[in-house]
């Protein structure tokens, strides 16, 4: 929870992709603000622009009690993405942090993929229903894990995160910085490369698409 009141510049050790979500362009692109600049193509989600502020510390403020709107990409979880080229600058193995903020608008107990590759091939951050997902396939085997509880609010701001500890093979999920559930891989090991574009709002199976708006 520490880290979750400093606000990401993109400049970070370690970072590899920053997208915000944030300003329409013409070449409708979604701009990756770390160096790596590894901008996405907006295929079909709404850019949402509103006045709001963010919460400044979820040390002592609850995203769900917050009701902010600022510039975020809406999806319609029927055809909407974000598609980010394939590149070696994804082929994390030793270990990963996916996060983002979401509002999810359908709660219907399906897989819908939010950032990462696609499942089976590296790893993703997905939603089921309220529950929270997390696939990592490693070089001995994949494994897709849900929390056992629902984690996630329809309709209200929350900041989501997964971590995996290739050493322990640890899968930790966060919601709003809280840790609500701890995973075990079976197959521990090194994250698995695979050649695969990096997605938002999509996992890149035709039904797992976000309902729903997203943004850091």
Not at 192 to 208: V, W
């Amino acid at each position: 929870q520490e880290y979750m009141d400093k606000p990401v510049v993109g400049t970070e050790p370690g970072l590899i992709g920053y997208w915000l979500g944030e300003g329409e362009t013409p070449t409708n692109l979604v701009y990756d603000k770390s160096p790596k600049a590894n901008h996405g193509r907006n295929l079909g989600a709404r850019w949402i622009t509103r006045t709001g502020d963010k919460p400044k510390s979820l040390m002592s403020i609850k995203a769900r009690d917050i009701s902010f709107a600022q510039d975020c990409l809406k999806f319609d979880g029927i055809d909407d993405s974000v598609t980010i080229p394939d590149t070696t600058d994804f082929d994390i193995q030793d270990g990963l942090t996916l996060e983002c903020w979401i509002y999810p608008t359908d709660m219907t107990s399906t897989y819908r993929g939010v950032i990462g590759r696609n499942p089976g091939t590296s790893y993703t951050l997905l939603t089921y229903g309220g529950k929270l997902s997390f696939d990592i396939y490693t070089e001995n085997g994949r494994q897709l894990i849900t929390t056992p509880n629902q984690v996630l609010q329809p309709f209200t701001w929350q900041h989501v995160a997964c971590t995996y500890d290739y050493n322990t093979g640890e899968m930790s999920y966060y919601v709003n910085g809280e840790l609500v559930h701890v995973a075990i891989h079976p197959q521990v090991g090194k994250i698995r490369i695979a050649r695969s574009p990096f997605r938002i709002g999509y996992t890149g199976y035709s039904n797992e698409r976000f309902a729903g708006k997203l943004r850091d």
